[in-house]
């Protein structure tokens, strides 16, 4: 009898150790490997939250404004559209094309690991590097707050945000300096934009407006109508002109600035409304720099505030 009890408590041993390990009471399960945390995901100025997995090595950049900040703060490309104002180290990188028509191909032969693309002319370019699994980054650097927030994005890419501080910092206190030699005092301003199709007048969110805020002017624009393929740019009338009052005139221009001039005076010259301009009647007439504030001056930001400074405060800036 003994012995029958021995067998039948053997037998339901085995049968709760065969349980327990069933329900996962015996030697633990092999761990799943973790997925690696991916070096950082970031916001464009699409809106849209890029990740990128590791640091990239292989940056192409379609917009030569990018090139300087990127560098400030660690960062390499090994394509870069073409552009007369190229700094030095870039020269020899593989050229893309121009910023207005990239070539693809020739982007693709880089073998990028990342594209930092130009907002509202690059976009095009998205639906092509998505189908080749190119994490792309499209941002915009005109304004100078734009301009911080992209120093803070290139940060991000490099690993370097102790960098990205300090530059900003920097060009902050710089600027500061140039607002602090000035008197404080308003100044009604207006900023034209001349093109052989002919003027627009620039808001606040525009380089020269941007600036010109900086400075503590006040931009008679603000508050207009952006033009629908600009709004960085409203619609330019020498009736609204006149109304708004301007004791300064800004003039910026894709042309040559003697060319531009000759341009102005003989629109001047054309309608007597002008001369009822305090601006005009002053000879408070400006001419901005296409290297400062055609396209943006990105980290040189502190430069175009000095520039525009200096125009309307020349005895300052000896």
């Not at 996962?24 to 070096?39: D, L, Q």
């Not at 600009?230 to 060319?259: C, H, R, W």
């Amino acid at each position: 009898m003994k012995t029958t009890w021995r067998i039948f408590a053997t037998i339901l041993c085995a049968f709760a150790l065969v349980a327990a390990i069933g329900c996962g009471g015996g030697a633990p399960a092999e761990k799943k490997p973790e997925t690696a945390a991916a070096f950082a995901t970031i916001k464009d100025d699409l809106g849209r939250e890029v990740t990128l997995a590791k640091k990239p090595e292989r940056i192409v950049v379609t917009s030569a404004s990018f090139l300087e900040p990127l560098h400030a703060v660690g960062g390499d490309v090994v394509g870069r559209p073409d552009s007369k104002t190229l700094p030095a180290w870039a020269k020899e990188k593989t050229s893309i094309g121009r910023v207005y028509n990239v070539d693809l191909e020739k982007l693709l032969s880089c073998a990028p690991d990342l594209v930092i693309a130009n907002k509202g002319m690059n976009e095009k370019l998205l639906e092509s590097l998505e189908i080749n699994k190119i994490p792309t980054l499209v941002v915009d650097m005109k304004n100078y707050e734009e301009v911080k927030n992209e120093v803070r994005i290139f940060a991000q890419i490099t690993g370097e945000k102790a960098k990205g501080d300090a530059l900003i910092q920097s060009m902050d206190d710089k600027i500061k300096a140039i607002v602090d030699r000035i008197p404080k005092e308003k100044r009604r301003v207006a900023i034209l934009h001349s093109t052989a199709q002919g003027l627009s007048v620039q808001l606040e969110t525009s380089i020269a407006g941007s600036t010109a805020k900086m400075l503590g002017f006040e931009n008679v624009a603000s508050g207009m109508t952006p033009l629908e393929n600009n709004p960085d740019s409203a619609p330019y009338s020498i009736e609204t002109l006149v109304e708004q009052n301007p004791e300064i005139l800004f003039v910026t221009s894709m042309g040559k600035i003697d060319e531009v001039k000759r341009g102005m005076d003989n629109t001047i010259a054309l309608n007597p409304a002008w001369q009822t301009i305090p601006a005009i009647k002053n000879g408070k007439m400006y001419y901005l720099s296409q290297e400062r504030f055609l396209l943006s001056p990105g980290i040189d930001y502190p430069a175009a505030v000095e520039e525009m400074a200096k125009q309307v405060y020349p005895e300052l800036f000896k």
